[in-house]
């Protein structure tokens, strides 16, 4: 099975795209199975974008969309650059200590406005913790290996 990483919602309708470059990635997904071909895009300021949809050719077609989150396959997307990573590979990753030892899973990211944090199941624990995505904390992410260095002042540990 494909994994699916999140690429954005319909949050309004637009009549006119106008000109658009091809997108690289072009196939995309709804949760309800869904499946809709980018046939143009138009980069927008902050980061959103205006696209046509292969078969959405009226506003009642495009209106029935609104709210729906979209997906892509993992593999449509372009490689990272080194220290850089889709949340989607960063998820499932073992956490370990510097010497090696278990600590647990790193089952979500999340970026609550002051930057990214991993969300860390210990293996003998209920409830998770979270840790600051950085270097210092996290010096060593190796998605081949599966695994992250997790890195914490001794305080912080014993939550672990």
Sequence with gaps: MKRLVALG??????????TAAEPESTIITSPDGRR????????????????????VRDRGAAEALHGAELYVARDQLPDSD??????????????????????????????????DLLEIRPADA????????TKAAVPLVDVKQERIVVDLPEEEDDQL
Excluded: M, T
């Excluded at 809709?36 to 078969?55: D, T």
């Design 9 to 18: 919602a319909v949050l309004f309708i637009s009549a006119v795209i106008g």
């Design 36 to 55: 809709f071909v980018i046939e143009r895009v138009r980069h927008l300021k902050g980061g959103s974008v205006v696209a046509a949809l292969e078969g």
């Design 82 to 115: 080194e220290d850089e990573w889709y949340y989607e590979d960063l998820i499932g990753l073992k956490a370990v200590s510097p010497k090696g030892d278990e600590i647990g899973e790193v089952v979500s990211v999340q970026n609550f406005g002051a930057g």
């Design 126 to 133: 209920r409830q998770s913790v979270f840790v600051p995505f």
